[in-house]
C-alpha cells in the first residue's frame, strides 16, 4: 500500500493535481478519500499505465476513457478465459477432445 504523495514520487514527471484529476475522473480508484488515499499495487500498476499513455503515448484526455475501458474489458475476458481453461481441464479427455475439436472449426 502506498500514499498519494508516494505514489507521485514514483513518477518525477507526474503532478500531484494530474494524479488527482484521475482519481476523481474514476481513471484510478485507490482506497480512502482525499487527502488520505491509499493504492494498492494495480492501482500504481495503472497509475503507471495512464501516466504512459499520457506522456510518452500523448494519448488525450477525451481518448482515456475509451482506452480504459477497452482495457478492463480485455482484462475480464483474460480472467473468464482462465476460468473456462481451468473448468476444461477438470473434465474427463473424451470432453477436452470433443471441445478442441470444436475450436478448431
Known sequence: MMRFTA????????REAELL????RGWVRPEGTEPDLV???????RVRLIRDFRHTMAVSE???????SLL???????GQMRAIARAVEG???PVRAA???????
Open 62 to 68: 477525451e481518448t482515456m476513457p475509451l482506452v480504459l
Open 21 to 24: 484529476s484521475w482519481v476523481e
Open 91 to 93: 473434465q474427463p479427455e
Open 72 to 78: 478492463d474489458q480485455v482484462y475480464t475476458l483474460r
Open 7 to 14: 505514489v507521485v514520487a514514483l513518477f518525477p514527471d507526474l
Open 39 to 45: 493504492f494498492q499495487d494495480i492501482d500504481v500498476a
Open 99 to 105: 471441445i478442441l475439436a470444436a475450436l478448431r472449426l
